[in-house]
C-alpha cells in the first residue's frame, strides 16, 4: 500500500530536549516536505527536499532541521525544542514537488512541548 | 509572498443545504489544488485544476478555478454528513515545490 509513514503520532517533551520525528514513504518520490498545522493558520512549510541531498527552507524553518541521506526517509529534528513549536507536524511527499502532482499525507504527528 | 483566503473559516448547515467555499489571492497560480482532512488524519486530495476557468465534478462537489487562475471555489449540492471535514485549498506557484495552503473551513453538516 502506497502511504506515508510518520513516528511518533503523539510526543511530549520538555524544553531544550532533542528530538526528532521521522518520515518514511514507499513510493519512489522525490519531491518530500514537512509541515506544520496550527489553528487559524492552515498548513505552513517548514522544509523540502527535490531529492537527495538536495533540501531547502520552507515558510517557517527556524528552529528546525531536516537530511535526506536516502530518498525514501525525510526525518525533521528539533535540536532545541521550545513551546512555540508545540503543533500538529506532517510530513508529506509528491513524484515531482511541481504543484500540480497530489502530495501524499502522513497521519500527523501531535507534539507538545513543555 | 503569495497568500491563499479561505472563507467561511466555518460553517455548519443543515443536511440537504446547499453550500459554497471560496478561496481567493491577488496572485497568480499555475494550479489549485483542494484537500479535505478529518480529524486525525492528513489532508487527502479530492481535485486539481490547472486551467482558468476550468470546471471539475466530482459527484456532489463542483470546483471551479477562476479566469485569472487567482481564486477557486468548491461548491457541494445536497450536503451529507459525510462531508464534514476541514477543506483546505493549495496553490502551486511559479517555482517548483513551492505549494501554499490556505488557512482552510471547517465544514460541519448536522443530521
Known amino acids: 500500500e502506497a502511504q506515508v509513514t510518520q513516528n511518533p503520532r503523539y510526543l511530549i517533551t520538555v524544553t531544550g530536549k532533542k528530538l526528532t520525528v521521522t518520515c518514511s514513504q514507499n513510493?519512489?518520490?522525490?519531491?518530500m516536505s514537512w509541515y506544520r498545522q496550527d489553528p487559524g493558520l492552515g498548513l505552513r512549510q517548514i522544509y523540502y527536499?527535490?531529492?537527495?541531498?538536495v533540501t531547502d527552507k520552507g515558510d517557517v524553518p527556524e528552529g528546525y532541521k531536516v537530511s535526506r541521506k536516502e530518498k525514501r526517509n525525510f526525518p525533521l529534528i528539533l535540536e532545541s525544542p521550545s513551546p512555540n513549536q508545540t503543533s500538529l507536524y506532517f510530513c508529506?511527499?509528491?513524484?515531482w514537488g511541481t504543484g500540480n502532482e497530489k502530495l501524499f499525507f502522513g497521519s500527523g504527528t501531535q507534539l507538545s512541548v513543555l | 509572498t503569495q497568500l491563499l483566503e479561505q472563507s467561511p473559516q466555518f460553517l455548519s448547515i443543515q443536511e440537504g443545504e446547499n453550500l459554497t467555499v471560496y478561496c481567493n489571492s491577488s496572485?497568480?497560480?499555475?494550479?489549485l489544488q483542494w484537500y479535505r482532512q478529518e480529524p486525525g488524519e492528513g489532508p487527502v486530495l479530492l481535485v486539481t485544476v490547472v486551467t482558468g476557468g476550468e470546471v471539475k465534478k466530482l459527484k456532489r462537489l463542483t470546483f471551479q478555478f477562476g479566469d485569472a487562475r487567482k481564486d477557486s471555489s468548491l461548491h457541494i449540492t445536497a450536503a451529507q454528513p459525510g462531508d464534514t471535514g476541514l477543506y483546505l485549498c493549495?496553490?502551486?506557484?511559479?517555482?517548483?515545490?513551492?505549494?501554499?495552503f490556505g488557512s482552510g473551513t471547517r465544514l460541519s453538516i448536522r443530521p
Open positions: 508529506a511527499s509528491s513524484l
Open positions: 493549495a496553490g502551486g506557484g511559479s517555482s517548483a515545490s513551492k505549494i501554499i
Open positions: 513510493m519512489n518520490h522525490e519531491y
Open positions: 527536499s527535490m531529492n537527495v541531498e
Open positions: 496572485s497568480v497560480f499555475s494550479s
